[in-house]
């Protein structure tokens, strides 16, 4: 029982959901939205009226173009690309379920919660800037709060 829960939550390099969960939500909430907005504007040009049934599936398609693209950033980086400092933050290779199914369907919820909940946009792009900024410039790596818990 306890390496099922350990596969399940834990630190990022061994289980599918970790701490960053929680930023990867507030993530898709603030870039869900901001990629709806965007599809909705581009399609409304291009079709000259308005079209609610397709902007659903360009803008999921959208949040997960970028989720994806962060996602193969992230692992040049976690590798040592931009340095040994950059690595050592990371503090390792992320768990391949982690990378591929998980964080990008974080992303998603999160844009179904802004687009079910349109209030919860701005409160979620402020903590998750209020996520980044103290685990990238207070904490000494990116996986310090799940070893304080």
């Keep these: 029982m306890d390496s099922i829960l350990t596969v399940l939550w834990g630190l990022k390099?061994?289980?599918?959901?970790d701490v960053w969960t929680i930023e990867h939500v507030l993530s898709g909430?603030?870039?869900g939205r901001a990629v709806k907005k965007r599809n909705h504007n581009v399609l409304k040009?291009?079709?000259c009226k308005d079209h609610a049934l397709h902007s659903w599936y360009f803008a999921m398609?959208?949040?997960?173009?970028l989720?994806?693209?962060w996602e193969t950033i992230e692992h040049y980086l976690e590798t040592g690309l931009a340095g040994f400092t950059v690595q050592y933050w990371f503090q390792g290779v992320e768990f391949?379920?982690?990378?591929?199914?998980a964080d990008p369907l974080m992303l998603i919820i999160g844009y179904a919660i802004a687009n079910r909940w349109p209030r919860t946009v701005i409160p979620a792009r402020l903590g998750s800037l209020t996520w980044l900024l103290v685990h990238i410039f207070i904490f000494p790596h990116s996986m310090y709060l799940h070893m304080l818990f």
């Design 13 to 17: 390099t061994q289980a599918i959901f």
């Design 45 to 47: 040009k291009i079709l």
């Design 29 to 31: 909430i603030s870039v």
């Design 96 to 101: 391949w379920a982690n990378r591929i199914i």
């Design 67 to 69: 989720a994806y693209c």
């Design 61 to 65: 398609t959208g949040v997960l173009f």
